[in-house]
C-alpha cells in the first residue's frame, strides 16, 4: 500500500484553506532518498529565533514532521484526532 500523499485525508482538510496552503509546502528531495516517503514537509529559515521560530509556517512542518507514521497514515480526520490524542496524550499505566 502506497504511503499517504497530500490528497491524504489529515492533509487534505488542512490544507483546504487557501490562505494555509501557501505555508504548507512537501519535501521533495534532490535525488531519490528514503525520506521521500515519509510525507515530510520543508521548515523554512527564519530570520528571527524570536519570532520567526513561532510562526505557523516554521511550527506547522516541525511539528507535523516529528509525527510518527502511524498518525500520519490515518485512513480518515477522525482516526487521524484519535491517533493525535493518544500520541500526544499516553495513558498513565503504561
Known amino acids: 500500500m502506497p ?8 492533509i487534505k482538510y488542512f490544507l483546504a484553506l487557501l490562505y494555509l ?9 534532490p535525488c531519490p532518498l528514503r525520506s521521500q516517503q515519509e510525507d515530510l514537509l520543508v521548515i523554512p529559515k527564519t530570520r528571527t529565533k524570536s519570532l520567526g521560530n513561532r510562526a505557523f509556517s516554521y511550527r506547522t512542518p516541525l511539528l507535523w514532521n516529528k509525527l510518527p507514521e502511524t498518525v500520519k497514515d490515518a485512513e480518515s480526520l477522525e482516526m487521524f484526532k484519535s491517533q493525535l490524542k493518544t ?3 499516553p495513558s498513565q499505566s503504561e
Open 3 to 10: 504511503g499517504p500523499t497530500l490528497s491524504s485525508p489529515p
Open 21 to 29: 496552503r501557501n505555508l504548507i509546502i512537501p519535501y521533495v528531495p
Open 87 to 89: 500520541y500526544l496524550f
